[in-house]
């Protein structure tokens, strides 16, 4: 039973190491979102290209496009 821990141990270290190449994304534009507080979930919709975020009991719409 160790051995199968020590090999699933192992095994997530390894795959869990990051990367050597650096990560390619990169902050292109900031969106305001208006409202009180801080926001709970956020959601996209590409085809109608909005931004769906709520707050609390309520729902901030942005365009995105």
């Known amino acids: 039973m160790v051995s199968?821990?020590?090999a699933a141990g192992?095994?997530?270290a390894a795959y869990s190491a990051p990367a050597d190449?650096?990560?390619s994304y990169?902050?292109?534009k900031k969106i305001p979102i208006?409202?009180?507080g801080s926001w709970d979930?956020?959601?996209v919709d590409d085809v109608a290209r909005?931004?769906?975020v709520s707050h609390g009991t309520q729902v901030e719409v942005s365009e995105t496009g």
């Open 21 to 23: 190449s650096p990560a």
């Open 41 to 43: 979930y956020l959601t």
């Open 26 to 28: 990169q902050l292109t």
């Open 34 to 36: 208006h409202g009180q």
């Open 4 to 6: 199968i821990w020590a």
């Open 50 to 52: 909005r931004l769906y």
């Open 10 to 12: 192992v095994f997530c």
